[in-house]
T-cell receptor
Framework: KNQVEQSPQSLIILEGKNCTLQ??????????LRWYKQDTGRGPVSLTI?????NTKSNGRYTATLDADTKQSSLHITASQLSDSASYIC??????????FGTGTRLLVSP | DAMVIQNPRYQVTQFGKPVTLSCSQT?????MYWYQQKSSQAPKLLFH???????NEADTPDNFQSRRPNTSFCFLDIRSPGLGDAAMYLC?????????????FGPGTRLTVL
């Protein structure tokens, strides 16, 4: 069964600290993996999209990694800011198939 | 700026009263999607259009219908909303096939059913 699991479910960190969110998937075949940021009451916004051959991709203070062999991805946030408080959703695509969404990690950055 | 626009942002309707949600895009993407997202859950795909071709998910209730009169606009019609239909409804677009093109989401419409 195609699934995407994220951990932790929720996380609280102090402003300025780093954190890493995890994503494990069983989607096959694999086409690409995306990380989205979703602010409360808003639509998801794309942070990164990685294909099979990409191991790491950065977008400002966000760095995503992908290990296609172990089917794991992580999203690392550096020097967190209050505006980073949001849900982070990992989404995996199997090509022509529809996207498989994780349930997200809710991050709260505390002052 | 090119974008995905949803109107209204907040919609209140009564139990059983039909409601229509609207989505428009300036990206000229050929694929448009409707998702339902309930609190603390992942978005759930209801259906999508590839150009004029309509693709309904197997578990989407008959209560939900969609129209795409042209490339730019797509509507979600809920014929008889129930309390369980209260959710955030997200419209998204992509260029190309479902899994290949990056999806761009609108800000969503929060539907409340009284």
């Amino acid at each position: 069964k195609n699934q995407v699991e994220q951990s932790p479910q929720s996380l609280i960190i102090l402003e300025g600290k780093n954190c890493t969110l995890q994503c494990n998937y069983t989607v096959s075949p694999f086409s690409n993996l995306r990380w989205y940021k979703q602010d409360t009451g808003r639509g998801p916004v794309s942070l990164t999209i990685m294909t099979f051959s990409e191991n790491t991709k950065s977008n400002g203070r966000y760095t995503a990694t992908l290990d296609a062999d172990t089917k794991q991805s992580s999203l690392h946030i550096t020097a967190s800011q209050l505006s980073d408080s949001a849900s982070y959703i990992c989404v995996v695509s199997g090509g022509f198939q529809k996207l498989v969404f994780g349930t997200g990690t809710r991050l709260l950055v505390s002052p | 700026d090119a974008m995905v626009i949803q109107n209204p942002r907040y919609q209140v309707t009564q139990f059983g009263k039909p409601v229509t949600l609207s989505c428009s895009q300036t990206l000229n993407h050929n694929v448009m999607y409707w998702y339902q997202q309930k609190s603390s859950q992942a978005p759930k795909l209801l259906f999508h259009y590839y150009d004029k071709d309509f693709n309904n998910e197997a578990d989407t209730p008959d209560n939900f219908q969609s129209r795409r009169p042209n490339t730019s606009f797509c509507f979600l019609d809920i014929r008889s909303p129930g309390l369980g239909d209260a959710a955030m409804y997200l419209c998204a677009t992509s260029r190309g096939f479902t899994g290949e093109g990056e999806q761009f989401f609108g800000p969503g419409t929060r539907l409340t059913v009284l």
